[in-house]
């Protein structure tokens, strides 16, 4: 969790203080211990960060927080799309910026919410990674893109995926600190189940997110069968056999007794054709893992990368279940909107 100073410039907003953290906040501003449910609650149940709103609070006390204390994000756009997918641009206080995306579906509103500023895998479909990986976000920075879509949204959303700019395990333990806030019972109580960490990273980190016990559901960025083939599409991704990280995946389905997706990126040419379907069966089948297909959003620092044709993707598709696997083929989803991830942070940083 970040670190609490007692008060002044470095305080951390609202939204990444645990129970605890709020507690000795107030306490230092010598009032009584029981306040800190009352914000804590105020903060993770009703999404107030600004403490002026806390009208169960005294107002000298509110003015003293708002003196101390500023939200971690401030939204600087909202971009909706016809099929009713929303993007929203925040900016962070040192004037980075980072996505957030909600996407409904029937009864479903997933947030797609980000762990890092920019990406050090360079995926190449990805705008994320365009720049390389420029920090992590703090506690705060991911538990408050929840909260403020939640706000927008009137209700809570029903599930959350760790699937937007960044990779979420190199940034675990801001990561499992704002998970543990979003589920705190006394705060949004959101279920571990309905949350979903993608990891596109290293065996050994999906094994430090098995010890942590958090509960969650985890996808692998996978987009390849075969070491060549993601050497080329996820550059930055670290050296060692593909198999390993599907092993890995594995001995999470084991621990947890929840199957895992592996998440596979389709693009024409690179990675659609009948050898990788037959490739990707032989790595994934019988292993637990749900594979699932989703088509390209085109990117436009990427112009030469497009999505399959429809048949392809079934062809695809057919493969897998040819083989006994598990497979669901994704529809594209705010490509008016340049929903692929980080795309639209990278063109607002272009100017364009």
């Known amino acids: ?54 009208t169960a609070l005294p107002i000298a006390l509110r003015q ?3 003196e101390q204390l500023t939200p971690a994000l401030a939204l600087i756009e909202e971009q ?16 980075k910026r980072v996505e957030t995306v909600l996407i409904p579906e029937g009864d ?17 479909f990805c705008a994320s990674g365009v720049e390389g990986l420029i920090r992590n976000l703090t506690t705060a920075e ?51 189940r309905r949350i979903t960490v993608s990891t596109a990273g290293t065996p050994s980190k999906v094994d430090r997110l098995i010890e942590l016990e958090l509960g969650v559901n985890l996808a692998i960025s996978l987009h390849a069968p075969d070491d060549e083939t993601r050497a080329r599409l996820v550059p930055g991704s ?3 056999r593909t198999a390993d990280l599907v092993e890995a995946g594995t001995r999470f389905a084991r621990k947890t007794g929840r199957d895992v997706t592996v998440e596979y990126v389709l693009m024409a040419g690179e990675n659609d054709q009948p050898q990788h379907a037959e490739r990707l069966a032989q790595l994934v089948v019988g292993r637990h893992i749900h594979v699932n297909l989703i088509p390209l959003n085109p990117v436009s620092h990427q112009p030469d990368l497009q999505a399959p044709s429809g048949n392809a993707c079934h062809r695809f598709v057919n493969i897998l279940r040819d083989r006994h696997v598990s497979v669901t083929l994704r529809t594209q989803r705010g490509e008016d909107i340049a929903a692929a991830c980080g795309q639209l942070a990278m063109e607002r940083s272009l100017g364009e």
């Open 1 to 54: 969790m970040d670190d609490l100073p007692a008060d002044g410039p470095g305080t951390p907003p609202l939204s990444g203080m645990s129970l605890d953290a709020m507690r000795d906040f107030l306490v230092a501003m010598d009032e009584p211990p029981y306040r800190a449910k009352q914000v804590f609650q105020a903060v993770q149940q009703r999404g107030q960060l600004d403490p002026t709103d806390m």
């Open 108 to 124: 479903r509103n997933t947030v797609c919410v980000s762990s890092q500023v920019g990406c050090p895998i360079r995926c190449v």
């Open 142 to 192: 991911i538990a408050e893109q929840l909260l403020l879509v939640r706000a927008r949204l009137g209700e809570r959303p029903s599930h959350v995926v760790l699937m937007g700019m960044g990779e979420p395990l190199l940034n675990l333990d801001a990561l499992a600190d704002a998970i543990r806030l979003w589920t705190n019972r006394d705060g949004m109580g959101f279920s571990p």
């Open 80 to 95: 909706a799309s016809d099929d009713g997918t929303t993007k929203f641009l925040f900016e962070l206080a040192d004037g």
């Open 238 to 240: 670290p050296k060692g």
């Open 64 to 66: 003293r927080m708002a």
